[in-house]
């Protein structure tokens, strides 16, 4: 799949909607994310979003990819980035919120945290070339 590097930032993935962030990259996201979480053991996923108008359609998305790669997912509905991190670490080990964090109304993006430790770097890098090379289950 061909997906705009720029929106792999430091800490999270970030990008306006639609151009940049869409349902298409949402479901390879799921995939990529579960299949690495299933290589590190973990078999649930906590999935959350905030109150953007492109959530909804976002975390459904992302869940589909992530059930596709096969792992159970634990939608807590709309929370806060915090919420969904006390979810993940209660409810499961890993988690992604869909947010636009500080961002204009018009950008939506994710932050993850997996096996109980935050995506950032290297690891988001990671993700990014296997959405790439659609490597995934």
């Given amino acids: 799949m061909q997906v705009n590097a720029s929106i792999f930032k430091a800490y999270d993935i970030r990008g306006v909607v639609p151009s940049t962030i869409n349902e ?3 479901v390879a996201l799921g995939k ?3 299949t690495i979480a299933l290589a590190e053991g973990e078999t649930t996923v906590a999935v959350g979003r905030d109150g953007r108008l492109s ?3 976002l975390c459904a998305a992302l869940a589909r990819g992530l059930a596709a790669a096969g792992v159970n997912v634990i939608d807590v509905g709309r929370v806060t980035t ?6 993940a670490s209660t409810l499961a080990t890993s988690g992604i919120q869909v947010t636009g964090s500080h961002n204009p109304k018009d950008y939506n993006g994710f932050k993850m945290v997996l096996a109980g430790r935050a995506i950032y770097g290297e690891d988001i890098q990671a993700l990014r070339r296997m959405m790439e090379s659609e490597s995934w289950v």
Avoid at 82 to 87: C, G, R, S, V, W
């Fill in 55 to 57: 959530g909804p359609g």
């Fill in 82 to 87: 915090p919420m969904l991190y006390f979810a």
């Fill in 32 to 34: 990529a994310f579960g």
């Fill in 24 to 26: 298409e990259l949402a």
